[in-house]
């Protein structure tokens, strides 16, 4: 029986052996979460900054939880510029687009929602996920874009699954 390996299996039974990318550590697993108490005024002039991460961050997951929010609403989540660098959007809806938040969600992974965020990304570092020509350093915060008006109140919260993606 013939073996088919992914690159890892393959680096890891070469001779010599070949490192791999230390974010394939699993030790290594970072989280960050961050909770929005919304009030009943949310329109679609809103951005919900839950969340920053280091930009070489390697996304896993982006978990979405929600009170039954309100009796409309719904958002776009992806990636912006921290404020303190010009807050500038990335891709407004790498992960989700137009998740709806009327209904209450528990850890509901959202990170291929919208289908761009596919399988050819799992192994890169979140500036180039996000399409960004060079990593810019520091910190992008995971964001959510109201995509609808929100008529009530409630609590909406991310919970940013990663691992350091090193230089």
Not at 98 to 123: C, K, P, Y
Not at 127 to 150: C, E, H, K, N, R
Request: with cysteine; glycine share 10%.
């Amino acid at each position: 029986m013939a073996n088919v390996n992914t690159t890892l299996i393959s680096n890891r039974t070469a001779t010599p052996r070949v490192a791999n990318d230390p974010w394939n550590n699993a030790k290594m697993k970072s989280t960050g979460v961050g909770l929005l108490e919304v009030s009943t005024a949310v329109d679609v002039t809103h951005i919900l900054r839950f969340v920053s991460v280091p930009s070489n961050a390697v996304v896993r997951e982006v978990n979405l939880y929600c009170d039954a929010v309100a009796t409309g609403g719904a958002i776009d989540v992806g990636v912006y510029r921290t404020i303190d660098d010009g807050s500038a959007v990335v891709d407004v809806d790498l992960f989700a687009s137009a998740q709806v938040v009327t209904t209450a969600l528990v850890r509901t992974n959202v990170a291929h929602e919208s289908g761009q965020f596919d399988i050819s990304e799992l192994g890169q570092r979140l500036w180039q996920a996000a399409g960004m020509a060079s990593d810019p350093g520091g910190w992008l915060d995971i964001a959510g874009t109201v995509t609808t008006d929100m008529g009530g109140a409630g609590t909406i919260g991310l919970d940013v699954v990663y691992v350091d993606g090193g230089a």
